[in-house]
């Protein structure tokens, strides 16, 4: 259902000055959308959620075509896609490095959130699928690579949110996490209710030299070619991060995201930003109930 | 009287909050757009100058309280003077994306085709109007507004005219 909000003027603070008048920051958003924050959303969405649900049975003969294969949300790269060595592999030889450098007393792992801590990897599993989650010692929502930093932090390592070893730790914290459904909860009263709601209204607002929100395209032109690019859905699109790209090495989300504004000339914002905190809820929402997989590939 | 200097000393409080400058959280260093280098077997991000300057934009930031241009009317004066070679340039620069151009095989079909441009027989005035700001035709367009935006010249969006005008 389309709710006509264009051109809503924005209301902002802007001052500490409890009296002072509030006044309009003119700013647009597009056509506002609603979302289920579960993957099969899609189906009413782009609908192309029909061609990859089934990670273990995609058509590769789309994934062949390039007129088509944008049906297959890019999932064809996925494990096993290239079953040779890439990128993607020695990332996760050099996060269990750094895990094992990490955790020696087992409370790196406590500091993440697995029950009981320790230095044993098996309760590692799930873990990547239930982030991002209320902290409560940092009092807010976090992502799992800015968590991976403050841990790390607290260990006398510096692993900044985006960087390549903080991405390495993810991937090798996910891979314990394959094949199980991302599960986290949006829809109960709560931190990580409002900032999905702060995200979705970040998908739908307008920004940069172009104008452009996210929704311009990954909502409302799904299927349209960008020439030789083909728009995806917003759906089943945060299982596979961080993820290995030539480009960038390793990208986490938060990195996506600063390609994303980047590419649509568009200031981006650092890695582990509020705003960029609240896209990856949204955008983790909406692919709940699908498989992590690790470490994937894209092409963009 | 009380009131009033309160009412000025208010505004004066708030002046910062109208700064132009980029929000804290912007990937903006001593002014410049950075984008970040990954480097592998490191724990730190470099940062790098990007190959544009986007600080001027409204950002996705909570605190940024710069406005979005409003749309905006253009008043083009006659006669366009474009000039279509350089116009067809300019195109195959900023609308090929979207937009499907004679002699293009990855055609962009977010926008509407311009195939046969000619045949619509709109007026100058419009189609400058179209590229200069086109939320003045279509609040929810998607279509970027290259004139209120700073992002085309006056002549660069005569050329664009003459061009699309001319495409038979």
């Known amino acids: 259902m389309t709710?006509?909000?264009?051109?809503?003027?924005?209301?902002?603070?802007?001052?500490?000055?409890?009296?002072?008048?509030?006044?309009?920051?003119?700013?647009?958003f597009d056509l506002f959308e609603q979302y289920e924050p579960y993957v099969s959303g899609d189906l009413?969405?782009?609908?192309?959620?029909?061609?990859?649900?089934?990670?273990?049975?995609?058509?590769?003969?789309?994934?062949?075509?390039?007129?088509?294969?944008?049906k297959l949300n890019w999932k064809f790269m996925d494990p096993p896609?290239?079953?040779?060595?890439?990128?993607?592999?020695?990332?996760?030889?050099?996060?269990?490095?750094?895990?094992?450098?990490?955790?020696?007393k087992g409370r790196f792992a406590t500091c993440l959130g697995v029950k009981g801590?320790?230095?044993?990897?098996?309760?590692?599993?799930?873990?990547?699928?239930?982030?991002?989650?209320?902290?409560?010692?940092?009092?807010?929502?976090?992502?799992?690579?800015?968590?991976?930093?403050?841990?790390?932090?607290?260990?006398?390592?510096?692993?900044?949110?985006?960087?390549y070893d903080n991405s390495a730790v993810s991937i090798y914290l996910a891979s314990f996490s394959n094949g199980m459904p991302i599960a986290i909860d949006v829809a109960r009263a709560g931190p990580m209710k409002e900032s999905f709601e702060r995200g979705r209204k970040l998908f739908h607002l307008k920004a940069g030299a172009f104008n452009f929100a996210c929704s311009s395209c990954h909502s409302?032109?799904?299927?349209?070619?960008?020439?030789?690019?083909?728009?995806?859905?917003?759906?089943?699109?945060?299982?596979?991060?961080?993820?290995?790209?030539?480009?960038?090495?390793?990208?986490?989300?938060?990195?996506?995201?600063?390609e994303c504004n980047l590419d649509t000339?568009?200031?981006?914002?650092?890695?582990?930003?509020?705003?960029?905190?609240?896209?990856?809820?949204?955008m983790t929402a909406l692919s709940n109930g699908y498989p992590v997989t690790v470490p994937a590939e894209r092409d963009w | 009287m009380r009131l009033g200097s309160f009412f000025i000393l208010s505004i004066f409080l708030a002046a910062p909050a109208w700064s132009v400058d980029p929000p804290s959280d912007a990937s903006v260093r001593g002014g410049k757009t950075m984008e970040p280098k990954i480097i592998v077997n490191s724990g730190r991000l470099e940062w790098v100058p990007h190959k544009r300057e986007l600080g001027a934009w409204?950002?996705?930031?909570?605190?940024?309280?710069?406005?979005?241009?409003?749309?905006?009317?253009?008043?083009?004066?006659?006669?366009?003077?474009?000039?279509?070679?350089?116009?067809?340039?300019?195109?195959?620069?900023?609308?090929?994306?979207?937009?499907?151009?004679?002699?293009d095989e990855w055609p962009g079909t977010v926008g509407s085709p311009m195939w046969h441009y000619k045949q619509y027989n709109?007026?100058?005035?419009?189609?400058?109007?179209?590229i200069f700001d086109p939320r003045v035709f279509n609040p929810h367009t998607v279509m970027p507004a290259y004139g209120t935006f700073g992002l085309l010249a006056d002549q660069d969006i005569r050329d664009l005219v003459a061009y699309l005008q001319s495409i038979e």
């Open chain 1, 81 to 104: 896609f290239n079953q040779a060595v890439h990128g993607g592999h020695f990332a996760l030889d050099r996060g269990e490095d750094l895990f094992g450098q990490l955790n020696i």
């Open chain 2, 122 to 130: 709109h007026a100058d005035a419009l189609v400058y109007q179209q």
């Open chain 1, 44 to 70: 009413k969405l782009s609908g192309s959620y029909e061609y990859w649900k089934d990670p273990a049975n995609l058509d590769y003969r789309i994934a062949g075509n390039p007129d088509e294969n944008w």
């Open chain 1, 265 to 282: 000339r568009t200031q981006s914002l650092l890695p582990g930003s509020r705003p960029y905190t609240d896209l990856e809820v949204f």
């Open chain 1, 117 to 163: 801590g320790g230095k044993s990897t098996s309760k590692l599993a799930g873990l990547r699928a239930g982030y991002p989650r209320w902290r409560d010692d940092l009092k807010r929502v976090a992502g799992l690579e800015e968590v991976i930093e403050h841990c790390a932090n607290k260990q006398g390592r510096v692993l900044q949110s985006g960087s």
């Open chain 2, 58 to 103: 409204p950002t996705l930031s909570y605190q940024d309280r710069r406005a979005t241009p409003e749309p905006q009317r253009a008043a083009m004066t006659a006669p366009t003077n474009g000039d279509a070679a350089r116009g067809k340039s300019l195109a195959w620069t900023w609308c090929i994306a979207c937009h499907t151009l004679p002699g």
């Open chain 1, 220 to 258: 409302h032109n799904i299927g349209r070619r960008l020439r030789g690019n083909i728009i995806t859905t917003p759906y089943g699109d945060a299982a596979h991060y961080p993820v290995y790209k030539t480009q960038y090495m390793l990208q986490s989300l938060h990195l996506r995201f600063v």
């Open chain 1, 3 to 28: 709710i006509s909000r264009i051109a809503l003027i924005f209301l902002l603070s802007f001052s500490t000055v409890a009296v002072a008048a509030q006044p309009f920051v003119y700013r647009e």
